[in-house]
């Protein structure tokens, strides 16, 4: 009975605290965290996590899971890659090709949870293990090895590379526009979630669907669009890792999708659904960066890296639920 | 407008529906009572497109027609008030309140919604069915159960449109709010909307019924026009007895 | 009896005075990996023979490992050893650290890129042509269908490994299993020695996968020959007792060790080591041969 | 509404449909699974997994989950190992003090969850996070290695290992004695959730908390209990893999609490909690036990690999689901 | 045996129950009436140890009390039905029946419990309440709300022990039903149990109230024994008006 009180707070409210004392304890401990330089690469850390997080925030609101949100991001690079370097085609082709293939893998994701009742959990594992598999088999048959050819000789690099992996300097800190296109897909569903009728419908859809659907909500659509979304930012995420890389291994992007769901969790999403909002998610991936990073710059015994973060996260997490549950008094 | 011919709905081996008509006019009231278990419930998912029914036929404005979705049946002006599914708790009240109906300022998908509006209307409805509430904002879970129900209410009257469907809708309320609630039926009855009415209370049915219904397992039991059936007959099919003052007697108090 | 001897200071050598310098070390080590454990002990020994501090980091994601090269170039260390096992991916990071004038020293891999990627000296072996080593000498003992069993998917060094092997015995075939659970290692090569009765080769990427091999060599009853890349402690003594063949070494100490000393070097002296080219630290074989020197220092985790 | 007639029937059955097809679909393709001494190679690798994941089973039957079961099990090992290496002492003092660790590990889990109301997710992201680091450092710290030394030479390793890790031949094949516990733990558990009082605790504080507390169910000892007897369970697993393998990575385990989960979830215990069996979830192990082995002895190209474990997986899920929703007509 | 002395409680910022004095007094009962909202839910859940109190005191047997957990009361002889919290969906409907007093062969924590005992014992007391399943075995999820309600109040009438809560169990119930449950409620007030019985319906109240305490924005404004007060003026307090009649009235009905 004590929850809806709790929940009066505003979900981002916990995060926000938690991120102010997580910053200041690495400002306090680790004297290379205190340049411009530093926040911004771990900006960038955040934002690489954080635009995914965004729609996997907007999923788990809408009362679903997705876990192939981390090797979706591999294969979005890896069918433009490999197109466009077996057939040597202009990259603008592959890029659209594989914004066509995760679109449609979001598709199939969100159908298949709809239409046959199965929890979206086992259903996105199941497309986890095939796209992992398939990422790998595909680029073993294609190229030969477990990473992708250099594709930065092929017609297109530069205007994709300018789009999706540039950076520009101010003073002596490189900024990659990624953390400028975080801000705006932030910004976009935090929108959707306070002001369009879509976000009224996803916070339904997550909350109780058979009662949405009773006045009418089309739920199906909401949820099938919930995860095409977040294939499309998954898409775009890859498109950066191509073209700031030039070259994927196959084997990346697994083990993502669990910082993708703790970023949105630690922001102050329901696991169950139905609470939430964009801002929490993406400190939640702020959070995540400044921490991975943080202890880095702080020059920690590596070994011990995987016991501080999850300190981190627990007090985190800790903090946020007080700090959270105080607002509500 | 709506009505069923001898329909029937089975859940798996329960058969929880058996061969019932029943026909909702513009401008009348028709009450549909029954014991617990009887069917109702069953009866108005059907009605509203929550669940399709497995026999006979449901005829819209005399076109035989299955509802796949309830949205199909609010497209149709069928608009329901069920008895679980009320409400998303964690939601603010005038958010569920315009749940599915949202003002929007433009037909574009992420168009803003009007909610300076919503919020206005919302808090205005709840007022005239005598719900007044501190925060227009809270999650409605916060609401007592009466206070939850009463907004499903509103909400359902507020968009109500040819046909309104309201199932038990006064069995959390106190005397107050189920008069309210009686009133906003008559309302909308005198306004031209056929209304559909589940309830326990025959008092309460006879108040504003044109037409009653008794369901007795999935059965219909009685089907009568206001001037076949008395008060008494009434809750004497009901209750198999004279109720309360039976009651009364039994507990030997009154 | 049995348990920990109690011995004197492992490390050896006492600190000197510091230096002042800081060296950044990263890898793309999974955590936990006893070969990279090795690598990381002969920096820091190094590290100590030298006065420098070290920073030492790792990611397997060539995308994170990137990131943790731009961090230390933000730190402003005044060196830089690194991996170079994505060198198209590490580039830009590469680059970002010269540019800053930091000087980079590559290990492990990456010995036909680190030049062009703008890196010092490289030092370590040919993952790939240490696969071709160890595929020779199954040639020429007449080995016609080994597996090669890569405990993590989706490895570039451990896919060159295999591809190497493949390069000389034709029939070569892979096998994936999951490295973090012994229990899975054993049953699945069970399982493939079940399957095909024809294997007479299993070559293992790694010590304790080598372990695990060996147990499930028993179960199977196969007559399959073990051999493996890397070393510790009980793969010595399973060298010695001619349960595994021979082992192949790359003697990640060193390539620690080097990477850290050289950078000193360097950054002190303005020394310049492997004449223009790579520094090779292996393949080196350890069997029967020559089991019986190494085995002590199996022991003190150096090779 | 057609939820809870769906659920009518019993969790178990569509597990057990799914897996035999995939039995049947094996031995056609695979000529090397058609011997006694494959399936009790698949029954072995199965009862490893299984063992926990029957524990981790009526954790989520009673509405929680545990991220950490699959580091605690390598915990539970170096615990024993490292403690009696380092002081020489018998190995059962070490085995005994592992114990000790881990039903701790477990109670702090529970009491964590159960005292803050934090989601067990994130509260057992955490303790995994931690074991995970501490596992490494504490191993490096007195091993001076990432992985435990041999301690085949202590004293107490026979006696430990005929418990533990022992096994015995019938005709030619080999049957560890893991097979038997884990019928052994199958079995018990069943009885407890058909049977037993603590059963029907556990299923209420699945289904509806509140409620349960409401009607005096001790909603916060049952929760606790199911946490301490995961750890128990993956206690049990780690003294196995200690003593039939004598050293253990630090690093191990990262990865299998997936697998416990996903074998009870194919199994047919409900994510959310409050309905699911002890039996469905050895049937979910011995599924995933299956498709891992089966896909080696069919001698499919290992590339492929998590691509093949994905469409079982998602058919033994859709068989599952369709035979029990046929099952409840 | 349980009194309640200037009760207050507060969720945050809303002040839901000010300063309520009532008692439960062996072979009586205690009807609790008010509006939606006026927080009767939240007394129910002081008096059965759900939440503590903020403000004043509640005496069990004299002494004073705060409850940390519903087992506590229960375990003092302080069953409840509560409104929202009445079952375990996915259970079956006698292991929902038995939860949290199961009859088990042993003390041992894993003694196995007498199954076929607990089907019959849990069937007959739900034939008793006029409830009849075809199959004890199915989830109760699957029964309609009012057969759902009957099986909490069965239940609680069945390990009834002292003091008999009740948080309106009539609402969801047909006049059959209800009559049964009124019943039950003067059987165990007559067996000497002291009874808490929420309700909206005055009628109903009054056939079996020795004791009435009207609730009003969290306010007692009435508090009153049988003989001090009329049906007539309970409905009145309870609706500010002449209710039926009057809404009849104004409906121009009759
Ligand atoms: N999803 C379902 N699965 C199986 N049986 C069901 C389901 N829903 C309802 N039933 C059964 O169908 C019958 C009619 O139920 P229904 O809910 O329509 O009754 P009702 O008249 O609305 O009762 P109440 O007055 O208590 O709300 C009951 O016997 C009930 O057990
Ligand atoms: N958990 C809660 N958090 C915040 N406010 C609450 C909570 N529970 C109840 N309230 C508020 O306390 C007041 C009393 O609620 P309560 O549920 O006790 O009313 P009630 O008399 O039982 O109403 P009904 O007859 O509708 O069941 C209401 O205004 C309600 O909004
Ligand atoms: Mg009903
Ligand atoms: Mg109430």
């Known amino acids: 009975m004590s929850r809806p009180v709790r929940l009066l707070a505003r979900p981002e409210v916990g995060a926000l605290v938690a991120a102010l004392a997580i910053f200041l304890f690495f400002l306090a401990v680790a004297p290379a965290f205190r340049s411009a330089g530093s926040l911004f690469t771990v900006l960038y850390q955040s934002s690489t996590i954080g635009i995914v997080a965004v729609g996997v925030g907007l999923l788990m609101i809408g009362g679903e899971f997705d876990l192939s949100a981390g090797v979706i991001v591999t294969s979005a690079g890896l069918v433009n890659s490999l197109f466009c370097w077996y057939f040597g085609v202009n990259l603008w082709v592959g890029a659209l090709l594989s914004l066509v293939f995760c679109l449609a893998v979001g598709f199939l994701n969100g159908w298949l949870v709809m239409r046959t009742g199965i929890p979206s959990f086992l259903i996105t594992l199941g497309t986890f293990f095939v796209l992992q598999g398939v990422n790998l088999g595909v680029t073993k048959l294609v190229t030969g090895s477990v990473s992708s050819s250099d594709i930065s000789d092929i017609d297109g690099f530069f205007s994709l590379q300018s789009v999706f992996a540039s950076s520009f300097g101010i003073g002596d800190v490189t900024v990659w526009t990624t953390v400028l296109w975080w801000i705006l897909f932030v910004a976009l569903a935090s929108w959707i979630l306070q002001r369009a009728r879509a976000g009224n419908w996803i916070y339904a859809v997550g909350g109780a669907a058979e009662s949405a659907r009773a006045v009418g909500v089309p739920v199906v659509r909401t949820k099938i669009s919930l995860f095409v979304a977040v294939s499309f930012l998954g898409w775009f995420v890859g498109m950066h890792n191509l073209y700031r890389f030039n070259t994927l291994q196959a084997g990346n992007g697994v083990g993502n999708e669990f910082l993708y769901i703790i970023a949105a969790v630690v922001g102050g999403t329901l696991l169950t659904g139905g609470f939430g909002n964009a801002i929490g998610v993406a400190i939640g991936a702020f959070i995540f960066g400044m921490t991975s990073l943080g202890i880095v710059y702080a020059g920690w015994d590596p070994n011990w890296f995987r016991a501080f973060l999850g300190v981190m996260l627990l007090l985190a997490v800790l903090v946020n639920h007080y700090a959270r549950r105080w607002g509500s008094r | 407008m709506i009505e069923l011919v001898g329909v029937g709905k089975s859940y798996g081996p329960i058969r929880a529906l058996h061969d019932v008509s029943l026909k909702a006019e513009a401008g009348s009231v028709?009450?549909?009572?029954?014991?617990?278990?009887?069917?109702?419930?069953?009866?108005?998912?059907?009605?509203?497109?929550?669940?399709?029914?497995?026999?006979?036929?449901?005829?819209?404005?005399?076109?035989?027609?299955?509802?796949?979705?309830?949205?199909?049946?609010?497209?149709?002006?069928?608009?329901?008030?069920?008895?679980?599914?009320?409400?998303?708790?964690?939601?603010?009240?005038?958010?569920?309140?315009?749940?599915?109906?949202?003002?929007?300022?433009?037909?574009?998908?992420?168009?803003?919604?009007?909610?300076?509006?919503?919020?206005?209307?919302?808090?205005?409805?709840?007022?005239?069915m005598g719900i007044v509430l501190a925060d227009i904002d809270q999650p409605i879970g916060t609401l007592s159960g009466g206070q939850r129900q009463g907004?499903?209410?509103?909400?359902?009257?507020?968009?109500?449109?040819?046909?309104?469907?309201?199932?038990?809708?006064?069995?959390?309320?106190?005397?107050?709010?189920?008069?309210?609630?009686?009133?906003?039926?008559?309302?909308?009855?005198?306004?031209?909307i056929g209304v559909v009415f589940i309830t326990h209370n025959p008092h309460h049915a006879y108040l504003v019924g044109d037409h009653f219904v008794i369901l007795k397992l999935g059965s219909a039991v009685l089907d009568a026009r206001r001037g076949e059936v008395t008060l008494e007959e009434l809750t004497a099919q009901m209750a198999g007895g004279d109720e309360l003052e039976q009651l009364a007697h039994e507990l030997g108090r009154g | 009896d049995g348990g920990r001897?109690?011995?004197?200071?492992?490390?050896?050598?006492?600190?000197?005075?510091?230096?002042?310098?800081?060296?950044?070390?990263?890898?793309?080590?999974?955590?936990?990996?006893?070969?990279?454990?090795?690598?990381?002990?002969?920096?820091?020994?190094?590290?100590?023979?030298?006065?420098?501090?070290?920073?030492?980091?790792?990611?397997?994601?060539?995308?994170?490992?990137?990131?943790?090269?731009?961090?230390?170039?933000?730190?402003?260390?005044?060196?830089?050893?690194?991996?170079?096992?994505?060198?198209?991916?590490?580039?830009?990071?590469?680059?970002?650290?010269?540019?800053?004038?930091?000087?980079?020293?590559?290990?492990?891999?990456?010995?036909?890129?680190?030049?062009?990627?703008?890196?010092?000296?490289?030092?370590?072996?040919?993952?790939?042509?240490?696969?071709?080593?160890?595929?020779?000498?199954?040639?020429?003992?007449?080995?016609?269908?080994?597996?090669?069993?890569?405990?993590?998917?989706?490895?570039?060094?451990?896919?060159?490994?295999?591809?190497?092997?493949?390069?000389?015995?034709?029939?070569?075939?892979?096998?994936?299993?999951?490295?973090?659970?012994?229990?899975?290692?054993?049953?699945?090569?069970?399982?493939?020695?079940?399957?095909?009765?024809?294997?007479?080769?299993?070559?293992?990427?790694?010590?304790?996968?080598?372990?695990?091999?060996?147990?499930?060599?028993?179960?199977?009853?196969?007559?399959?020959?073990?051999?493996?890349?890397?070393?510790?402690?009980?793969?010595?003594?399973?060298?010695?007792?001619?349960?595994v063949e021979f082992a192949v070494d790359q003697q990640p100490y060193a390539q620690g060790y080097m990477a850290v000393t050289s950078l000193y070097l360097y950054i002190k002296n303005g020394n310049d080591l492997g004449g223009g080219g790579p520094v090779l630290t292996g393949p080196s074989f350890v069997d029967s041969s020559n089991i019986d020197k190494i085995l002590p220092f199996t022991e003190k985790n150096t090779r």
């Open chain 2, 30 to 128: 028709t009450c549909v009572l029954g014991d617990n278990g009887a069917g109702k419930s069953t009866l108005i998912g059907i009605m509203s497109g929550l669940h399709p029914h497995t026999s006979g036929s449901l005829l819209v404005d005399g076109k035989p027609t299955v509802f796949s979705s309830p949205r199909e049946a609010l497209d149709l002006g069928i608009a329901t008030v069920y008895q679980n599914l009320a409400v998303i708790p964690l939601m603010e009240v005038w958010r569920n309140f315009f749940l599915g109906s949202e003002l929007t300022a433009g037909r574009f998908p992420l168009a803003g919604m009007r909610i300076k509006e919503m919020k206005r209307v919302a808090d205005a409805a709840l007022r005239d």
């Open chain 3, 5 to 243: 001897e109690e011995e004197p200071d492992a490390s050896g050598g006492s600190a000197k005075q510091p230096t002042g310098y800081t060296i950044a070390f990263v890898t793309h080590e999974t955590p936990g990996d006893t070969f990279w454990d090795k690598v990381r002990a002969g920096a820091e020994q190094a590290a100590t023979d030298t006065g420098v501090e070290l920073k030492y980091s790792n990611d397997p994601d060539a995308g994170k490992q990137a990131t943790l090269i731009q961090q230390a170039v933000d730190s402003k260390v005044q060196g830089i050893a690194t991996t170079l096992v994505t060198p198209d991916a590490l580039a830009g990071s590469v680059k970002a650290a010269t540019g800053a004038g930091i000087p980079v020293v590559g290990l492990n891999a990456g010995i036909d890129q680190y030049k062009s990627l703008g890196a010092l000296m490289y030092f370590g072996s040919d993952e790939t042509l240490a696969g071709e080593s160890i595929g020779e000498r199954i040639a020429a003992a007449g080995g016609k269908h080994p597996i090669c069993v890569i405990h993590q998917q989706g490895s570039v060094s451990l896919e060159a490994r295999c591809a190497g092997v493949k390069s000389k015995v034709a029939g070569t075939e892979n096998l994936q299993v999951n490295g973090a659970d012994d229990a899975a290692v054993t049953t699945a090569l069970q399982a493939k020695l079940a399957q095909d009765k024809t294997i007479d080769y299993i070559v293992t990427l790694g010590a304790p996968i080598a372990l695990d091999a060996i147990q499930a060599k028993e179960q199977a009853a196969s007559q399959a020959k073990l051999v493996s890349f890397d070393l510790n402690k009980e793969m010595a003594q399973a060298v010695k007792d001619g349960k």
């Open chain 2, 151 to 192: 907004v499903a209410i509103a909400r359902a009257i507020h968009f109500g449109a040819k046909v309104l469907i309201l199932d038990e809708p006064t069995a959390a309320l106190g005397v107050k709010q189920s008069g309210a609630v009686l009133k906003h039926v008559a309302a909308a009855r005198d306004a031209g």
